[in-house]
């Protein structure tokens, strides 16, 4: 089982620019949670799919966020255009079924630094 | 509202000692709890988990965890530290279809 994989593992960038986030999630799973990870504000989910539909964005801070999945071995995050702030690691995690009560598997992470 | 604590930010703590990592949580209802550990540079790891039942749970790695209902705590424990679980420790609450994190308490073992 590979695991949650996304890509790429770092990301350096300009402000302005367009950044797109990928991330397979484990085959089988039918539930995909984005999160951003700082120092200073920790986990925070940005969004949550279900079956490959978006159930719950109301963490996605701003329009320049967006999230698709459009099928249920991928996703992306896309940030257009990107800023110093956005300067983060970003998690997706999957998990077997909705529900509060399951495990959540997390892929490792893309560090992303906005110059 | 819904919410996790850790009020420990950092802890250290020699290699060999024992290890008690705190977490309170406020939710209306029974909970699913949960712990997870984050190495430098990877992702979160499932060490266990409580939905019901006896309130010590076991985990991996040699951690296990208390629930206590009268104090909203599920604090997690190991009796001897070992150097390689240096990483940051989160408590997560289970609500609907996600999970309400903590801040995280960020450990260090000194040999």
């Known amino acids: 089982d590979a695991g949650v994989i996304q890509s790429p593992r770092h990301e350096v960038t300009e402000m302005g620019q367009e950044v797109t986030l990928r991330c397979k999630p484990i085959?089988?799973?039918?539930?995909l949670f984005w999160y951003r990870q700082t120092m200073m504000r920790g986990l925070e989910l940005l969004i949550y799919?279900?079956?490959?539909?978006?159930?719950?964005d109301s963490g996605m801070p701003e329009d320049r966020f967006s999230a698709k999945m459009p099928n249920a071995s991928f996703s992306t995050l896309k940030i257009q255009p990107s800023e110093p702030r956005d300067s983060a690691v970003y998690f997706c995690?999957?998990?077997?079924?909705?529900?509060?009560?399951?495990?959540?598997?997390f892929g490792p992470g893309t560090r992303l630094t906005v110059l | 509202a819904q919410s996790v604590t850790q009020p420990d930010i950092h802890i250290t703590v020699s290699e060999g000692a024992s290890l008690e990592l705190r977490c309170n949580y406020s939710?209306?209802?029974?909970?699913?709890l949960f712990w997870y550990v984050q190495s430098p540079g990877q992702g979160l790891q499932l060490l266990l988990k409580?939905?019901?039942?006896?309130?010590l749970v076991q985990g991996i790695k040699g951690f296990e965890a208390e629930f206590k209902r009268s104090q909203s705590s599920f604090n997690l424990r190991k009796p001897s530290v070992h150097w390689s679980d240096a990483a940051e420790y989160f408590c997560?609450?289970?609500?609907?279809?996600?999970?309400?994190f903590g801040t995280g308490t960020r450990l260090k073992v000194l040999a």
């Open positions: 997560a609450v289970g609500s609907l279809y996600k999970y309400i």
């Open positions: 939710y209306g209802a029974t909970p699913y």
């Open positions: 085959s089988g799973h039918n539930s």
């Open positions: 799919f279900n079956n490959n539909v978006p159930i719950d």
């Open positions: 995690a999957s998990s077997p079924t909705s529900g509060g009560a399951n495990e959540q598997f």
């Open positions: 409580y939905f019901s039942g006896d309130t």
